[in-house]
């Protein structure tokens, strides 16, 4: 059920483009969003002077915090860890950062503007997926087709895929989460297919998207295991716009949210989501520069 007025944001506060969600320690909601940047080709070369990541109340969707002005040309993915340290990818700036929960810069991976496809670069990377030991995983991303995993202290250890359609390749892996027992699930948007790997990067299995064209994020609840999912559809050049997926722990579609029905919203191009302890999704919106929660109903 879609929860009316939330956030509340302050009435002069401009939200931009919503590209990454995730929910902190406190259950409070981390936004990484462009402000009034938008995405053209070629990426503009300035930085964001405006705060970019947002911290929001998950009950009363009021802004709690703002930080992360001059440090980001094109915004993309969030995620924050067990240790409620935040994490986030710039696919202008080829980049993945660390920050400490009030903004601290901690670790950045990748070379400023440069893109490649060794170990010390990205291009245009997407998501992160953070270990319990503090290790994580790295989606990357438009350019190369890749998963990436780094020690702790970001040493590169390994990486699988390339672009393709078959089992274990990518086109535009978007978004990466783990479940509880470390597996690996990847959001190939452009395949319209989630695919799920162990620790390793060894292909498990696919689930592919019958009702739409691209698959664009993923999230896992840890507690359950249960898996949610966002596409994008469009029609002759028609939006038709995006559907929620819940699954089961088996991976089994259960129900559909959005364009498909069960919502009175407006129309959206949703670009990731995220679940609370409760099981509240939070989804971010690049069609109308939003971000909606939805209650579940259990």
């Known amino acids: 059920m879609l929860v009316n007025n939330w956030p509340n944001l302050p009435v002069d506060f401009i939200l931009g483009q919503v590209t990454g969600v995730d929910i902190d320690t406190s259950q409070n909601v981390l936004l990484f969003h462009r402000a009034d940047r938008k995405w053209t080709t070629p990426f503009p070369s300035s930085t964001i002077s405006s705060p970019t990541i947002l911290e929001v109340d998950g009950v009363t969707g009021k802004l709690l915090k703002s930080w992360g002005e001059n440090y980001f040309i094109m915004p993309h993915g969030l995620t924050v860890d067990r240790e409620n340290n935040v994490w986030v990818t710039d696919v ?16 950045k991976i990748g070379e400023a503007g440069i893109p490649g496809n060794d170990s010390l670069h990205f291009n245009m990377p997407t998501d992160i997926a953070v270990c319990d030991d503090g290790s994580f995983y790295v989606s990357d991303g438009y350019g190369n087709s890749r998963a990436i995993k780094f020690s702790k ?4 250890l390994f990486e699988w895929g390339k672009k393709g359609e078959a089992p274990g390749e990518f086109d535009t892996p978007h978004a990466i989460d783990l479940d509880g027992n470390g597996n690996v699930y990847v959001a190939d ?3 319209n297919r989630i695919q799920k790997f162990n620790a390793l990067g060894s292909f498990i299995f696919e689930w592919k998207n019958p009702e739409a064209k691209q698959l664009y994020s993923l999230t896992i609840e840890k507690g359950s295991n249960e898996l949610y999912a966002i596409d994008y559809l469009t029609i002759s050049d ?4 995006s559907d929620i997926l819940f699954f089961d722990p088996a991976c089994k579609l259960d129900e559909r949210v959005g364009r498909s029905g069960g919502y009175n919203g407006h129309v959206c191009r949703y670009h990731d989501i995220a679940v609370d302890e409760k099981g509240n999704l939070y989804v971010g919106d690049i069609l109308g520069n939003s971000v909606q929660k939805f209650c579940r109903k259990r």
């Not at 920050?99 to 901690?106: I, V």
């Open 92 to 107: 202008a700036l080829h980049q993945v950062f660390k920050f400490t929960h009030s903004g601290t810069l901690l670790l």
């Open 153 to 156: 202290t970001g040493k590169y």
């Open 189 to 191: 948007r452009e395949n």
């Open 238 to 241: 028609t939006i038709k716009g």
